[in-house]
């Protein structure tokens, strides 16, 4: 079939939109009842109606399963015990810089403009896509982790004495979700991407981020053309459900085993770009800063790094005499975890981990260890992998002043009784 005939490329796109439809009618019939939104598709407001929930994350954070910091939740990891290979959406971790926006989502339309376009230099000339156009383009489905670059965190602090500022998180800023969407490249395309686009900086529309008394404006960080065109998402659906508003209703962009500040929600407009863009997000964020770095900072963050957490709570309690099986996940950003390495003992002793499931790239691989401890008191578990670029975790993470990509062995303690 030739997609440069109109009529041949309307056939395709009207049976995809059919294909569709059953599942984007009744999810959006459902998006309205609990978003208070009208239950009709269609529409010509030019703008989104954003409106704002009661507290910054709408969705409920039992304490069983989640640690919240104001705007902020990370997922305690004994709650990924017994769960499949995805985390699911009533445990993902969410991270908002302000609060999540309620978008109706029949005013809401994806816009692209910028030098990087051909015809559509600014905002006012956009190009645009509505809910329905994007839902009739072709759709993908991937597995990727989305994990805040400041995961871990806390551990500069309680294993390496280091200051660093930030939310504390310890290792429960990331999840792997399944998402399905259209390929931004596809949408790219559609725009009239030019061969001398650089950069592509999605923005959201959640409000303007304010930081000690300074107004960044809203939420947006460029990536590389290059990128983009590779497997970057403009993501409908999470775990098959319709993506939640804290996770970016109606799109955000997720962008495999890269830093999750580049995985933009609620994606507003993206600016496409001839020339490099900068915001605050590549440039006093997101680079790493302190001794050994020059005073912009190091290169924008691209990949996260290598790390292992146990599926148990911290300061567990386990049975002496009794054999326990110790369970976990490894991952990293720069390919496939290969290896995975247990000690009970500090770090004297290491053994191979059993692993299980798929050893992809931008996914985490599970593993067990069975541990029959002596003695009683309070011990430390060690979890140690190696990615496919043959990177170990180290024993210190390397120091920097936002406590970015902390990837040091991370010290469980557990009380043995
Ligand atoms: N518009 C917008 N996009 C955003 C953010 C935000 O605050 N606003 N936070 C980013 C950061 S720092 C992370 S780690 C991920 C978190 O995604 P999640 O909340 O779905 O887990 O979203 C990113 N995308
Ligand atoms: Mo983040």
Redesign the pocket.
């Known amino acids: 079939m030739d997609l440069r005939d109109e009529a041949a490329y309307d056939r395709l796109r009207a049976a995809q939109w059919r294909a569709r439809t059953a599942m984007s009618r009744r999810a959006l019939l459902r998006i309205s009842a609990t978003a208070g939104l009208g239950a009709a598709v269609g529409g010509m407001a030019p703008r989104p109606a954003v409106a704002t929930a009661a507290g910054p994350i709408v969705k409920p954070l039992p304490p069983e399963l989640f640690v919240v910091y104001g705007s902020n939740a990370e997922m305690r990891w004994e709650a990924m015990r017994g769960q499949g290979y995805h985390t699911p959406i009533d445990r ?7 609060s999540t926006p309620l978008i109706d989502v029949r005013s809401w339309r994806l816009r692209l403009f910028g030098s990087g376009l051909h015809g559509s230099p600014t905002l006012d000339r956009a190009v645009e896509f509505s809910y329905e156009d994007l839902l009739g383009l072709p759709a993908r489905e991937i597995s990727a982790f ?4 400041g995961n871990g965190r806390s551990f500069y602090t309680t294993q390496q004495n280091q200051q660093v500022s930030g939310t504390a998180w310890k290792l429960g ?1 990331i ?1 792997v979700a399944r998402w399905r969407g259209v390929p931004l490249s596809v949408v790219l395309d559609r725009a009239g991407l030019t061969k001398h686009a650089v950069d592509v900086m999605p923005r ?3 409000p303007d ?1 304010v930081d000690a008394g300074t107004n960044h404006g ?2 947006r960080r460029p990536i590389p053309v290059a990128k983009a065109l590779d497997d970057a998402l403009l993501a409908y659906e999470m775990n098959g459900r319709i993506l939640p508003p ?3 209703f109606p799109v ?1 962009l997720v962008v495999p085993s890269w830093v ?2 580049s ?5 507003g407009d993206i600016e496409v770009s001839d020339a490099p863009l900068f915001s605050p997000w590549n440039t006093q964020y997101y680079r790493l800063f302190g001794p050994g770095y020059p005073p912009e900072g190091s290169a924008p963050v691209a990949r996260q790094v290598i790390k292992s957490a146990l599926e148990l709570p911290w300061n567990a309690t386990l049975s002496a005499g009794r054999t326990t099986v110790l369970h976990g996940r490894s991952w990293s950003g720069h390919g496939p975890v290969r290896r995975v390495e247990v000690s009970t003992d500090g770090g004297t002793s290491w053994q191979r981990a059993r692993t299980h499931g798929p050893e992809r790239p931008g996914g985490w691989l599970c593993w067990e260890f069975p541990w029959r401890p002596d003695g009683t008191g309070p011990r430390t578990l060690l979890a140690r992998a190696t990615d496919a670029a043959g990177t170990t975790q180290p024993d210190t993470a390397q120091y920097n002043t936002l406590g970015y990509l902390f990837d040091a062995v991370v010290q469980h303690p557990v009380t043995v009784a």
């Open positions: 993902f971790f969410v991270r908002d810089h302000t989305i994990e805040c670059t800023a999840g959201g529309l959640d981020y809203r939420v804290d996770h970016g955000r999750g500040i995985s933009i929600k609620w994606v």
